[in-house]
């Protein structure tokens, strides 16, 4: 069906609510925890390192699909697109840039892990924070200059419902768009957006397991949380990017007729495509747990903020706010008395650092 032919309506009402319930759950839980993340990012751990500028353009990818999430909320609650050509097409462009930016963004963390676990001197000058905010421009201008295209074949098209003429958006691509512009456009962004960071990522992890895992060398603490990151990574990827790429890649194919197969081999890829969609977008409330487990700022930032105490992990001491002109209850201060720094204990998960603790340090994020 092509944008300018009129024809009968499919149903796809089951699609629909599943679309409606998933979409719903993302929006609050992405909205609630990229913000957040942002926040701590910004605003207490000042982006002081290398891998903490990838997660901060990570979360704003995420942060980036949520928002547009409640277009298509409306959209498959209602079942047809009321808000024009240019919201459908950047909405379907949104989708690519957090999907493929995703992809990209979390390949420069595990770029960043395997340079510092695996070649940490002979590499060292490509773990600088100039270096990370170049590498994040470069993704940006990529999957911004990807999703002109996108835009481009996700125009509005109608068919006719109940005797009266709806709008659709995000579906009903004919098989003539697939041939001369989709296919292509699937296949190029499916080998660079995909195919790429998931052969780097996967090479890297297996290199740092080698490397962590050596049999004659002891696990730290470090070391665990670094493992335990790479986890999380490789099952982000095979959660949300490897089902939704794989049946795109099919479901091309077929539409684009380089595979010959029946209506019923179509419908049931179809269906896939439109559960892995979803998968897909759950990237956006998966990806803090890379935050999580890959910085110690972020973690321990996030369980004492309720108690107005932030953590600085590169003395791994808990720093208490305190609001100008208040001190301690119990605290007496003669007027004009000379006051000093406050010492405060450190973690106690962090035994072997220093316990002094100055009340004006900055909260600097940490590395694995």
Not at 274 to 293: E, K
Not at 324 to 333: D, I, P, S, V, W
Not at 335 to 346: E, L
Request: with cysteine; proline share 5%; hydrophobic share 45%.
């Amino acid at each position: 069906m092509s944008g300018t032919n009129v024809t009968m309506c499919k149903d796809h009402s089951a699609s629909h609510r599943l679309h409606l319930v998933g979409y719903s759950l993302i929006f609050t839980a992405g909205l609630l925890l990229n913000v957040a993340a942002l926040w701590i990012f910004l605003y207490y751990l000042k982006l002081k390192s290398v891998v903490s500028i990838y997660m901060l353009n990570l979360a704003a990818s995420d942060l980036l699909f949520t928002i547009s999430l409640p277009f298509r909320i409306y959209y498959y609650s209602m079942g047809e697109w009321p808000f024009g050509t240019i919201p459908c097409q950047i909405s379907g462009s949104v989708f690519q840039i957090n999907m493929y930016g995703s992809c990209l963004f979390l390949m420069c963390i595990n770029l960043d892990r395997f340079v510092a676990i695996v070649y940490p001197l002979r590499w060292r000058h490509f773990r600088r924070p100039k270096v990370a905010r170049l590498l994040c421009l470069v993704v940006w201008v990529l999957i911004l200059m990807g999703s002109v295209p996108v835009a481009g074949v996700h125009k509005t098209t109608s068919c006719v419902k109940e005797n009266r003429t709806i709008t659709l958006c995000f579906e009903s691509f004919s098989d003539g768009l697939w041939q001369k512009g989709l296919f292509p456009l699937v296949i190029l962004a499916e080998i660079l957006g995909f195919l790429l960071p998931l052969t780097s990522v996967s090479f890297c992890s297996v290199r740092m397991f080698q490397n962590l895992c050596q049999a004659d060398r002891k696990q730290n603490l470090r070391q665990q949380k670094t493992i335990r990151m790479l986890v999380v990574n490789l099952v982000i990827f095979i959660i949300c990017f490897v089902p939704y790429n794989i049946i795109l890649a099919v479901y091309g194919m077929i539409k684009a007729h380089v595979i010959k197969t029946g209506s019923p081999t179509r419908d049931s890829v179809r269906q896939a495509l439109v559960v892995t969609v979803l998968l897909a977008s759950m990237n956006c409330t998966l990806d803090p747990l890379i935050y999580y487990f890959n910085t110690e700022g972020f973690r321990n930032t996030l369980k004492k903020l309720r108690k107005g105490q932030a953590w600085d992990s590169e003395t791994g001491t808990i720093q208490t706010r305190i609001m100008e002109g208040r001190t301690y209850k119990g605290a007496h201060t003669k007027p004009g008395a000379k006051q000093f720094p406050v010492q405060i204990r450190p973690y106690e998960d962090s035994p072997f650092v220093s316990p002094k603790m100055f009340l004006n340090s900055p909260i600097e994020d940490s590395e694995i």
